[in-house]
């Protein structure tokens, strides 16, 4: 089997199972993930053997051997994953605004930062857009918004809102 086709063949399993219960997922993966994996470990050992552990290779292989339990944990829990892909698409954007609020210019713009983002953030995870949310939010605090009020400006209930709206 070609290097990069190893992989491939487990996530074409994993596109067949998404989306089905973690009994399910576990048992596809016990007859059709394993056996895969198993040989993948046992070729990367192979390739160890033959490499210096010293080089960059020899090192990342190491790497990878001595993780091979973390990586077989997708194998026995059908609710994990096979990567992190999920996650690190859900925070790349908290991680670029992390970045980018470096560049505020002092504390308190950095604090100011730090709320637009996790405003917006709020938005997404509710479903608003943050661009509506943001031009009505502001036309409400410009009309005179009462602060005894300010739960019904939150995005979840600005989400609420336009749902019972349509």
């Given at each position: ?29 016990q ?7 198993d ?7 192979a ?7 010293n ?57 100011s ?8 953030g ?10 509506a ?15 005894k ?5 939150m ?12």
């Amino acid at each position: 089997m070609r290097r990069g086709s190893r992989i491939a063949a487990l996530y074409k399993i994993e596109d067949s199972i998404r989306g089905a219960d973690p009994d399910g997922r576990r048992a596809v993966r016990q007859d059709l993930s394993r056996p895969l994996v198993d040989a993948f470990f046992a070729w990367l050992s192979a390739q160890a053997a033959r490499v210096s552990r010293n080089s960059d290779l020899g090192v990342a292989m190491t790497y990878m051997l001595k993780r091979q339990d973390g990586f077989r944990l997708f194998l026995d829990d059908g609710r994990v994953d096979i990567d992190s892909n999920l996650v690190e698409n859900a925070i790349r954007s908290l991680a670029m605004n992390r970045r980018n609020a470096l560049f505020a210019g002092h504390d308190e713009g950095g604090r100011s930062w730090a709320c637009f983002a996790s405003l917006i953030g709020t938005c997404k995870m509710n479903g608003v857009e943050p661009y509506a949310y943001l031009r009505d939010l502001f036309t409400r605090l410009a009309i005179g918004h009462l602060a005894k009020d300010i739960d019904a400006l939150m995005p979840w209930a600005y989400a609420k809102q336009t749902i019972a709206s349509q």
